[in-house]
């Protein structure tokens, strides 16, 4: 199994900056495409930015120039940059990725993991 840790979630004001992390763990072989996705109140959980392993990027429309999202594939952790927060930013937000672990002396599975979830509030 592997399992997603976030962290660096808080309350901020309009206009101030956050950084989100997430660690991966487990008997990880290899990780595809980690990201981030928020859930707001009352809303659906949106795509916020993702990376791929050779580190292509790709942001929702809403984010852009505003969040930056950045990996280390060594210590197998995606991290979000947030800049000049909003108020409609507020959400719970999520960390995923896909890839492969080790599941046994021979075998490899395919997982794709989901963080608890990090609250971020800005206030305006």
Known sequence: QVQLVESG?????????????????GSIISINTMGWYRRAPGKQRELVATITSSSSTDYADSVKGRFTISRDNVKNTVH??????KPEDTAVYY??????????YYERTLFASWGQGTQVTVSS
């Open 9 to 25: 979630g808080g309350l901020v004001q309009a206009g101030g900056s956050l950084r989100l992390s997430c660690a991966a763990s």
């Open 80 to 85: 979000l940059q947030m800049n000049s927060l």
């Open 95 to 104: 960390c995923n990725a896909d890839g492969a672990y080790r599941s046994g």
